[in-house]
């Protein structure tokens, strides 16, 4: 069965400090996969996403992410956090051959960015 | 260009009362998708709709939800009567084809008392 796993409810950072957020799936074929931001009271915002290529892939705000497939992780990633980074953060995949075109979503990161 | 539109924003109502959701897709893209959203939770995918067809609508609860996407633009999503559980933000989406990225409305937060 198709699934997604934030594997951290909530991941602080300093400030500069490089972030990651987690990411792993499983699905049978080769997978879409997508991160999404949601800021308080707004919806979520399409940040990047990996179909087929270079397994590194930049998307706003300087975000990027990496697909690995051996790893089956698609994690994102900043070199250097804002305070106004903080958000909740959605990992979601879809496989090619699920013929409904489903997005499965992720729970959620809830990412802190501290002055 | 504007993005996906969604009125009200906020709705209360009772519980047995009916409520209705309307959303304004990004204009040219056909596939509209409707998602609830609990507090701190991912979306979870209500109907999806290619033009005016739902094409997707396994997950809608419809002994009480409706939706319709007449000339396969605008969109309503119905709850007759709500129920307390039914409380979420409800979110609209729009994409170019099925396998677009898609992109979501601000979303209509009902409370039901």
């Known amino acids: 069965a198709q699934s997604v796993a934030q594997p951290e409810d909530q991941v602080n950072v300093a400030e500069g400090n490089p972030l990651t957020v987690k990411c792993t799936y499983s699905?049978?074929?080769?997978?879409?996969l997508f991160w999404y931001v949601q800021y308080p009271n707004r919806g979520l915002q399409f940040l990047l996403k990996y179909i087929t290529g270079d397994n590194l892939v930049k998307g706003s705000y300087g975000f990027e992410a990496e697909f690995n497939k051996s790893q089956t992780s698609f994690h994102l990633k900043k070199p250097s956090a804002l305070v106004s980074d903080s958000a909740l953060y959605f990992c979601?995949?879809?496989?090619?051959?699920?013929?409904?075109?489903?997005?499965?979503w992720g729970a959620g990161t809830k990412l802190i960015i501290k002055p | 260009e504007a993005g996906v539109v969604q009125s009200p924003r906020y709705k209360i109502i009772e519980k047995k009362q009916p409520v209705a959701f309307w959303c304004n897709p990004i204009?040219?893209?056909?596939?509209l998708y409707w998602y609830l959203q609990n507090l701190g939770q991912g979306p979870e995918l209500l109907i999806r709709?290619?033009?005016?067809?739902?094409?997707?609508d396994s997950q809608l609860p419809k002994d009480r939800f409706s939706a319709e996407r007449l000339k396969g633009v605008d969109s309503t999503l119905k709850i007759q009567p709500a129920e307390l559980g039914d409380s979420a933000v409800y979110l609209c989406a729009s994409s170019l084809g099925s396998v677009g990225e898609q992109y979501f409305g601000p979303g209509t937060r009902l409370t039901v008392t």
């Open positions: 699905v049978s074929g080769n997978p879409y």
């Open positions: 709709y290619e033009n005016e067809e739902a094409v997707d």
């Open positions: 979601a995949v879809r496989d090619p051959m699920d013929s409904n075109y489903q997005l499965i």
């Open positions: 204009s040219g893209h056909n596939t």
